[in-house]
């Protein structure tokens, strides 16, 4: 009796098991389609993405990501599919599925696929890769690196942390000390430049200014965020500027709750980070999902040249400042010419920005 | 000067908040397995706690019917690990992984089911702090105030209730006639079978009373403090809560303690890296603090740990 009990016991929590694995693997369901466009062009490209633990709903460069595939899908008729990573482990066997069934060209999602990607790429010569923030230092024919210039757009919202936090009249968050923060998700290339960029950014009209930076290891701990974010304002930080996804909507939260002002990432978190308001200034936006849509668009147009590294900069419209939102009216004419002087600069090429500190 | 900047109140308070989601884990941990069921199901738990106490909150709109949900929820899969691990007598370790890959898998779904899209909810307006003194002048009377304040009275009321709950419940362990019944199930449940104290009963109670307890982490991760739900948001915390169990002796206070000391040292190492213009040390051995200082205190301070000596075996009645 106790032991039939057991063995169909054992067989509920195998089946719950199972049946919550494919939950974490499952596609999200696409939404009923919509009634099919007249002259949808059509194409035989498949294209897909695999998300990054991160996974689809960051509103960051994952939901970025699919947002071009999306638009590709729309615009161009591709067929498109995407997979979500739960677990690092997941990489490899979500690429080799995509692989196998026929999509091509595939993205992977973030810096830390970069491994998984040369490791599986040479599987499948006849495949094309694209590895959004991935620097392939000896590209194989079959890989392109969609990288940013996210020191371009992190210097611009450097300029404006820099000459807000001496202008304490504007705001009353805005403290007489001359010191902005930085808030860091795990301490890789793209987050690196997007500090690299806001320290020289905000350098460059502020020159005794002090940034003070905090690695919080984590791109999906609001709390750590939330305490990184804390931490900075009691060290006299007035306006944050966070690039450490999720980690980084913990900051926003405590700026609000401390009356600090914030400087978003990667998307316009204005739009993002719901009931934000005029706690956050601007975002230091990538456009992601450009680079995604034109590799596709690429793909179909019988021109998508790999085996190598593209970089989208300013110039490229690849990263830039989001709108100020409910800043808009009160920011000083000052600032943004500020910031439009520093666009023309680095798009002149008078002022390079550096990518390291 | 440097020492008074990195020392502040206000690092100690990070470090109660940053500790007590971990140490209402290992609270109740703690007490589950003195009656010998070991519960590694303790982060999914929380997660679980977590989904319900934001979809509650947000969909009713009342921030402790949210709480009221994430306990409950919590205890309705605390009695799924209770069912197979005491009555079904199925091997409570892998009882325990199931329930957190369930949990992972039922959240996710869940997240797309209720609201939609995955990710991250609307936010909640989070639990005010208990206390709202005003902060008095200047001089040195008003920075003791300002210490004391910030310390002691600025937390929100699960934080006060989970140093009730350790206090009280260390006491009850040894001080009662619950503690002395307790701990019997989880050394020896032949001899507090054979002298008439209900094994299966009083199992069932413990494992109900960890649910309770990681309910309420889950509660002050989400309704008090982040003010959202993320996928996966407990991130490792319900197996740290284990961790400071065990360096806690499976006593529920040391249990708190050892939480205390980790989020101590997270805290601390966030303030640290705000100074690296002077301390020039890369924020990677800044991270990797907290973990060093576990293995550092483990290895050297605590000494032996001795778990229950009938932990994880399950009991079978006579009769």
């Known amino acids: ?357 | 000067m440097l020492l008074s900047d990195i020392i502040t109140p206000e690092l100690f308070a990070s470090a109660v908040r940053l500790a007590t989601p971990i140490a209402l884990a290992a609270v109740g941990a703690s007490i589950c397995e003195r009656s010998g069921v070991v519960n590694i199901a303790m982060e999914g738990l929380m997660l679980i706690a977590a989904f319900s106490g934001t979809a509650v909150a947000l969909l009713s709109g009342s921030t402790w019917l949210g709480v009221l949900a994430a306990v409950v929820a919590s205890m309705a899969f605390a009695s799924l690990h209770a069912w197979a691990s005491i009555n079904l007598r199925a091997d409570q370790v892998i009882s325990g992984t199931a329930i957190n890959i369930l949990a992972l898998g039922t959240t996710g779904y869940l997240m797309e089911t209720v609201f939609g899209h995955p990710g991250t909810t609307d936010p909640v307006r989070t639990i005010r702090p208990v206390f709202d003194f005003p902060s008095g002048g200047s001089g040195a009377l008003a920075t003791v105030w300002t210490w004391v304040d910030t310390v002691l009275f600025s937390y929100t009321p699960i934080v006060y209730f989970g140093m009730f709950a350790a206090v009280f419940l260390t006491w009850a362990l040894y001080r009662t006639r619950w503690g002395l019944r307790l701990r019997s199930l989880g050394e020896h449940p032949r001899a507090a079978d054979t002298v008439g104290i209900d094994v299966y009963r009083g199992r069932w109670s413990a494992v109900l009373a960890s649910g309770f307890m990681a309910g309420l982490a889950g509660a002050n991760l989400t309704l008090e403090q982040v003010g959202s739900f993320t996928e996966g948001m407990t991130n490792g915390r319900g197996f740290i809560a284990l961790a400071a169990m065990i360096f806690g002796r499976w006593v529920p206070g040391g249990g708190y303690l050892a939480a205390l000391l980790f989020g101590f040292a997270d805290a601390l190492q966030l303030k640290l890296q705000i100074f690296s213009d002077v301390i020039d040390i890369p924020p990677q051995f800044f991270l990797m603090l907290p973990y060093v200082l576990t293995v550092v205190v483990l290895a050297g301070v605590v000494g032996r740990a001795v778990a229950p000596a009938a932990v994880g075996k399950p009991y079978k009645a006579k009769g």
């Open chain 1, 1 to 357: 009796m106790k032991s039939k009990w057991s063995r169909s016991l054992a067989l509920l929590l195998a089946l719950a098991l199972i049946a919550s694995l494919s939950v974490g693997c499952a596609a999200p369901q696409e939404p009923a389609p919509q009634e099919p466009a007249e002259e949808k062009p059509t194409t035989d490209v498949k294209a897909a993405m695999v998300t990054d633990v991160g996974g689809l709903g960051d509103k960051s460069f994952n939901d970025m990501s699919y947002a071009g595939l999306q638009r590709a899908e729309s615009e161009l008729g591709v067929q498109i599919e995407v997979l979500e990573s739960k677990e690092p482990t997941d990489y490899e066997s979500n690429i080799n599925q995509l692989a196998n069934a026929g999509f091509n060209p595939i993205f992977a999602v973030g810096f830390l696929m970069t491994d998984t990607v040369i490791k599986v790429a040479p599987q499948f010569p006849d495949v094309n890769f694209g590895g959004i923030d991935i620097f392939f230092e000896n590209p194989t024919p079959n890989v392109l690196g969609l990288l940013f210039k996210e020191q371009e757009a992190g210097y611009l919202a450097g300029v404006v942390a820099g000459k807000l936090t001496a202008m304490p009249d504007v705001d009353p968050r805005i403290n007489d000390k001359k010191v902005v923060g930085f808030v860091g998700g795990m301490e890789i290339p793209p987050v690196q430049k997007f500090e690299a960029g806001f320290i020289a950014g905000v350098k460059s009209v502020l020159p005794d200014a002090e940034v003070k930076s905090v690695y919080t290891g984590t791109f999906t701990d609001q709390q750590k965020g939330i305490e990184a974010g804390k931490s900075l304002i009691e060290g006299g930080a007035d306006i944050i500027f966070a690039a450490a996804g999720a980690t980084g909507n913990g900051t926003a939260k405590a700026c609000k709750d401390n009356k600090a002002l914030f400087i978003g990432v990667d998307a316009d978190q204005y739009e993002t980070i719901e009931g934000i308001g005029d706690t956050i200034i601007t975002s230091a936006i990538k456009r992601v999902d450009n680079a995604v849509f034109l590799t596709v668009k690429d793909a179909v147009d019988g021109k998508l040249k790999a085996g190598e590294n593209r970089v989208f900069g300013l110039a490229e419209d690849g990263v830039g400042l989001a709108p100020y939102h409910d800043w808009e009216t009160k920011m000083p004419a000052d600032v943004k010419a500020a910031v439009d002087k520093a666009i023309a600069d680095i798009k002149a090429g008078t002022v390079t920005v550096p990518e390291s500190k």
